[in-house]
């Protein structure tokens, strides 16, 4: 079997010290900046509200110019910033989320690419055990999932290490929770960094 790869980076406009965020500032400067070094296209962190029709569209003609794309847009600004996640066991805050990602996917969808779900879907807490949190993520995440199948747009829903997440930790826990959920439209995203932590044979994986 043959694979193929392509390389991106990830950029935000703003960069927190602490975020693995390796380009920052404009977003058509960071593109030319990832074109020169060599790379296929970047990832963009932000809020959904960056995403004005016009800020899409200057992002898909600097990619066009540059035969540059956008590997994905990523939505874990939403949860970090607001502390508000798809599985928040308040309906009116966990609504909100929901049609917050929804306008990822709008944008996604403008610029052929897929939405990663990461720490968007929150943590468990004392008012959100296991068995609450579970039934919840499912609710938002069979919404979000038939809404980026209308849009054609995949979602990838991020692999992460214990230290940082309380599940959805290893491929195989994904994976199964995917699949026994059903969602047509969503897929894994590994990271190499949480696998090295949470996998013991990464290639297995």
Not at 8 to 32: F, H, K, M, N
Not at 43 to 58: A, C, L, P
Request: with cysteine; hydrophobic share 40%; charged share 25%.
């Amino acid at each position: 079997m043959e694979y193929g790869f392509k390389f991106g980076v990830s950029y935000a406009q703003e960069r927190p010290l602490t975020a693995p965020l390796p380009l920052c500032g404009d977003v058509c400067e960071a593109i030319c900046k990832a074109k020169k070094i060599g790379l296929d296209g970047i990832e963009i962190h932000g809020r959904e509200y960056e995403f004005t029709d016009g800020q899409v569209e200057r992002i898909k003609n600097c990619c066009r110019e540059k035969g540059m794309a956008v590997a994905a847009v990523v939505t874990g600004r939403l949860f970090n910033q607001t502390g508000i996640s798809i599985a928040e066991p308040e309906q009116t805050r966990r609504l909100w989320a929901v049609e917050q990602v929804k306008r990822y996917i709008d944008a996604a969808a403008a610029l052929d690419t897929n939405v990663v779900i990461g720490w968007v879907k929150g943590r468990f807490a004392a008012d959100n055990p296991p068995s609450l949190y579970f039934r919840l993520l499912t609710e938002s995440m069979k919404t979000l999932d038939a809404y980026a199948g209308e849009k054609g747009v995949g979602l990838v829903v991020e692999v992460i290490n214990r230290y940082e997440v309380d599940c959805f930790i290893t491929a195989e826990e994904t994976l199964d929770y995917i699949n026994r959920n059903k969602l047509e439209n969503t897929y894994l995203h590994l990271d190499t960094f949480h696998m090295n932590i949470e996998e013991t044979d990464m290639c297995k994986a």
